[in-house]
């Protein structure tokens, strides 16, 4: 087994994957998902779910794997080799799964299963399945079926295309400063910045717009001319205000050209109907007027927000007239005036060690499992391997296995995600129960003179928001691949697990265990949380709309704009009408937004942005079952950590989201519990 891409005895190889390994193996194995192809589509096959499964399904999965363990090591360790190997084989694969999905015998096949043969997670995975192939083209003919396949091709070139622009371009930038300018940046970015200068020889604090560096920056930075220059940079990325090799505009205008011809092809009149079909929003006009009608109710706190900051810059700081690159400096300082502390006080407290250890207690407490360190091979030396444990009667079972990978480096795509290795699977070729495995990626600071890496309290959240996907992965206890975890999950609920676990990050209870000074060990004081807890909501009005932009923005570019026929910058006019709409901060005219909004042009979320809020109504009134479970002293119920736990875990995708969601609450998902949990709530009347 020279190839550790064709290894599939347990986990991925990464420290031996290498780039000439890509093509003979995805080769092999295309080949043999072929032949399963087409021997399950065979006259004589017969119509059978285990039959198909165990020719078919065990083949494909395989192919996903190693693909999957290509595509995650593009993501966290890019290198030209890989990239050009990574480029080389997608179209192959592209059209391997184009195919499958709209393989008409195939379609047959399925449509022959008696569904009173199955149970019912292999109903619900067979009714996703019959739905799947209608959007995979299993219904088009002739010229229409083979440009269908043309446009998936094309598009995942598009798409792969625009995030290596928008890495590359983030990875492009850096400024040297000199020590004056960096007046008011937090020590250990300064350091960090010191050090990054120093390895390529170079005078100054090397300063790049990743977001260990950029964030702080335009919090803390007093130099207001600093603050433009890497706001520029950083709002005009990917653009052609830009390198014009990174320029990702062209791409923009052909991925929804791409999409709007695929919804057409299939009967759709634009992408965003097509893309709501396996989500529960039933119609893109119920997301526009959800989303609208919690822009009204956010809007007067957004104003409030807003006179408060100008108020503030006038009268604190001597900024009559705020700039773009303005407005996180006069937010941090406008906190810390009025809460009495600073992100840059509570940050020395959360140590990354203790973070971990503090999420790991709550995760093992309420969901009765243990977390283990395991050994894996890895990309890369800092990356953290774990185990899911549960105890049984019948002694120590193996729920699950994680990777973490925190700290953000050159070649690594930016952001926060979890992604899955495998998934949890009782395999039809040879009966053995296979468990999950997840990757938890993010974009932390490394640590700086021998001290563990800090956390801000955001990047805590992230954390927890991460691992909040990954345990809906790795706890589930459906044995059928396409409706286990994650898989077969609407793409508007699945985001309730992750925006679930960060409430946590907000309690006193969980909090002080997962705290320790990084000078003086102590936890994290009393009074300072108690700022914290006053500050929790600060521009929350502001906050909202900005999701709410984003996600209007997102599904009018994919129902209303025509692609076809605007011109280069009709997507900027289309975002500054939904500005004139929705927000209620000015923005920078040269800011080119679309141009690095990887989610919904590289990221699976087109039309689909509007989850994060969508989910979020589920996720505060879940967590509001807690609230109500609460002991004295602020506790969380195990009990009620339980029911959550199987009623939405441990489910999967094997019903519908809203089912998991009445099986937990007893009820219909409310939207009290999200404005009350965000401080946008009227005042009572005296």
């Given at each position: 087994m020279s190839n550790p891409l064709l290894d599939f005895t347990d986990l991925p190889l990464f420290d031996q994957i290498r780039p000439e390994h890509v093509a003979?193996?995805?080769?092999?194995?295309?080949?043999?998902?072929?032949?399963a192809l087409q021997k399950v589509t065979a006259p004589e096959f017969p119509a059978d779910w285990r039959a198909i499964a165990q020719?078919?399904?065990?083949?494909?999965?395989?192919?996903?794997?190693?693909?999957?363990?290509?595509?995650?090591?593009?993501?966290?360790?890019?290198?030209?080799?890989?990239?050009?190997?990574?480029?080389?084989?997608?179209?192959?694969?592209?059209?391997?799964?184009?195919?499958?999905?709209?393989?008409?015998?195939?379609?047959?096949?399925?449509k022959a299963i008696d569904p009173a043969t199955l149970n019912a997670e292999q109903k619900q995975a067979h009714a996703n399945a019959m739905r799947n192939f209608v959007l995979g083209g299993a219904e088009l003919q002739g010229e229409a079926k083979e440009r269908f396949a043309q446009i998936q091709e094309r598009a995942a070139e598009a798409s792969q295309k625009f995030s290596e622009n928008a890495l590359d371009a983030t990875d492009a930038f850096a400024y040297y400063a000199t020590e004056e300018e960096l007046e008011g940046v937090p020590q250990d970015v300064v350091a960090a910045a010191r050090a990054a200068a120093q390895a390529e020889g170079k005078e100054g604090y090397k300063l790049t717009l990743k977001m260990p560096c950029y964030l702080p920056v335009m919090q803390f930075a007093v130099s207001?001319?600093?603050?433009?220059?890497?706001?520029?940079?950083?709002?005009?990325?990917?653009?052609?205000?830009?390198?014009?090799?990174?320029?990702n505009t062209a791409l923009i205008q052909e991925i929804l050209a791409l999409r709007q011809e695929e919804a057409h092809l299939l009967g759709y009149p634009n992408f965003g109907e097509l893309?709501?079909?396996?989500?529960?929003?039933?119609?893109?006009?119920?997301?526009?007027?959800?989303?609208?009608?919690?822009?009204?109710?956010?809007?007067?706190?957004?104003?409030?927000?807003l006179a408060d900051l100008r108020s503030f810059a006038a009268e604190q700081l001597g900024i009559a007239d705020p700039q773009p690159w303005d407005w996180s400096y006069i937010g941090e300082k406008l906190k810390e005036a009025r809460y009495a502390f600073s992100e840059q006080e509570v940050k020395q407290y959360f140590t990354a060690p203790k973070v971990l250890a503090g999420l790991f207690k709550i995760v093992e407490t309420l969901f009765e499992v243990s977390i283990r360190r395991d050994t894996a091979p890895v990309w890369n030396p800092g990356v953290e391997f774990y185990r899911i444990e549960r105890s049984t009667p019948q002694g120590v079972q193996k729920v699950g296995q994680f990777y973490l990978d925190p700290a953000a480096r050159a070649g690594k795509r930016g952001g926060a995600w979890m992604d899955d290795v495998r998934a949890r699977w009782l395999r039809p070729d040879d009966g053995r129960l296979q468990t999950p495995v997840a990757h938890l990626v993010c974009n932390f600071a490394e640590g700086v003179q021998g001290k563990p890496p800090l956390l801000t309290h955001d990047d805590v959240i992230t954390l927890f928001h991460e691992t909040g996907h990954g345990l809906h992965h790795m706890l589930t206890q459906v044995s059928e691949r396409d409706v286990s975890g994650i898989s077969g999950v609407e793409w508007d609920a699945v985001e309730l697990p992750s925006q679930f676990m960060e409430n946590f990050c907000w309690e006193w209870e969980v909090l002080r265990h997962m705290t320790a000074h990084v000078d003086t060990g102590e936890p994290l004081p009393r009074d300072l949380y108690d700022k914290m807890i006053a500050a929790k909501?600060?521009?929350?009005?502001?906050?909202?709309?900005?999701?709410?932009?984003f996600s209007l923005f997102d599904m009018l570019l994919h129902t209303e704009y025509d692609a076809t026929k605007a011109e280069p910058g009709g997507v900027m006019d289309l975002l500054r009408k939904v500005r004139?709409?929705?927000?209620?901060?000015?923005?920078?005219?040269?800011?080119?937004?679309?141009?690095?909004?990887?989610?919904?042009?590289?990221?699976?979320?087109?039309?689909?942005?509007?989850?994060?809020?969508?989910?979020?109504?589920?996720?505060?009134?879940?967590?509001?079952?807690?609230?109500?479970?609460?002991?004295?002293?602020?506790?969380?119920?195990?009990?009620?950590?339980?029911?959550?736990?199987?009623?939405?875990?441990?489910?999967?995708?094997?019903?519908?989201?809203?089912?998991?969601?009445?099986?937990?609450?007893?009820?219909?998902?409310?939207?009290?519990?999200?404005?009350?949990?965000?401080?946008?709530?009227?005042?009572?009347?005296?």
């Amino acid at each position: 087994m020279s190839n550790p891409l064709l290894d599939f005895t347990d986990l991925p190889l990464f420290d031996q994957i290498r780039p000439e390994h890509v093509a003979p193996a995805i080769d092999q194995l295309l080949e043999q998902s072929e032949a399963a192809l087409q021997k399950v589509t065979a006259p004589e096959f017969p119509a059978d779910w285990r039959a198909i499964a165990q020719q078919l399904d065990v083949a494909v999965e395989r192919l996903g794997r190693a693909w999957g363990a290509v595509g995650h090591l593009n993501s966290v360790a890019d290198t030209p080799a890989l990239r050009a190997a990574y480029n080389e084989a997608m179209p192959r694969v592209t059209a391997f799964w184009t195919r499958l999905g709209s393989d008409e015998r195939l379609y047959a096949k399925y449509k022959a299963i008696d569904p009173a043969t199955l149970n019912a997670e292999q109903k619900q995975a067979h009714a996703n399945a019959m739905r799947n192939f209608v959007l995979g083209g299993a219904e088009l003919q002739g010229e229409a079926k083979e440009r269908f396949a043309q446009i998936q091709e094309r598009a995942a070139e598009a798409s792969q295309k625009f995030s290596e622009n928008a890495l590359d371009a983030t990875d492009a930038f850096a400024y040297y400063a000199t020590e004056e300018e960096l007046e008011g940046v937090p020590q250990d970015v300064v350091a960090a910045a010191r050090a990054a200068a120093q390895a390529e020889g170079k005078e100054g604090y090397k300063l790049t717009l990743k977001m260990p560096c950029y964030l702080p920056v335009m919090q803390f930075a007093v130099s207001s001319q600093l603050r433009e220059t890497l706001y520029r940079a950083y709002a005009t990325r990917a653009s052609e205000l830009g390198d014009p090799t990174f320029d990702n505009t062209a791409l923009i205008q052909e991925i929804l050209a791409l999409r709007q011809e695929e919804a057409h092809l299939l009967g759709y009149p634009n992408f965003g109907e097509l893309s709501l079909v396996p989500k529960m929003a039933q119609s893109a006009k119920e997301v526009t007027d959800f989303l609208r009608d919690l822009a009204a109710k956010a809007r007067p706190f957004a104003l409030k927000d807003l006179a408060d900051l100008r108020s503030f810059a006038a009268e604190q700081l001597g900024i009559a007239d705020p700039q773009p690159w303005d407005w996180s400096y006069i937010g941090e300082k406008l906190k810390e005036a009025r809460y009495a502390f600073s992100e840059q006080e509570v940050k020395q407290y959360f140590t990354a060690p203790k973070v971990l250890a503090g999420l790991f207690k709550i995760v093992e407490t309420l969901f009765e499992v243990s977390i283990r360190r395991d050994t894996a091979p890895v990309w890369n030396p800092g990356v953290e391997f774990y185990r899911i444990e549960r105890s049984t009667p019948q002694g120590v079972q193996k729920v699950g296995q994680f990777y973490l990978d925190p700290a953000a480096r050159a070649g690594k795509r930016g952001g926060a995600w979890m992604d899955d290795v495998r998934a949890r699977w009782l395999r039809p070729d040879d009966g053995r129960l296979q468990t999950p495995v997840a990757h938890l990626v993010c974009n932390f600071a490394e640590g700086v003179q021998g001290k563990p890496p800090l956390l801000t309290h955001d990047d805590v959240i992230t954390l927890f928001h991460e691992t909040g996907h990954g345990l809906h992965h790795m706890l589930t206890q459906v044995s059928e691949r396409d409706v286990s975890g994650i898989s077969g999950v609407e793409w508007d609920a699945v985001e309730l697990p992750s925006q679930f676990m960060e409430n946590f990050c907000w309690e006193w209870e969980v909090l002080r265990h997962m705290t320790a000074h990084v000078d003086t060990g102590e936890p994290l004081p009393r009074d300072l949380y108690d700022k914290m807890i006053a500050a929790k909501n600060f521009q929350s009005g502001l906050q909202t709309l900005r999701q709410i932009e984003f996600s209007l923005f997102d599904m009018l570019l994919h129902t209303e704009y025509d692609a076809t026929k605007a011109e280069p910058g009709g997507v900027m006019d289309l975002l500054r009408k939904v500005r004139d709409e929705v927000a209620v901060m000015p923005s920078a005219p040269f800011s080119r937004t679309p141009n690095t909004f990887s989610h919904i042009f590289s990221g699976g979320y087109a039309a689909g942005y509007y989850s994060y809020k969508w989910a979020e109504v589920l996720s505060a009134d879940a967590y509001a079952a807690f609230e109500e479970s609460a002991d004295e002293q602020g506790r969380p119920s195990v009990e009620t950590g339980r029911r959550y736990r199987t009623a939405i875990l441990e489910a999967g995708g094997s019903r519908p989201a809203i089912e998991s969601f009445k099986a937990f609450r007893g009820r219909a998902p409310q939207l009290d519990a999200l404005m009350r949990h965000q401080g946008m709530v009227a005042p009572t009347p005296a």
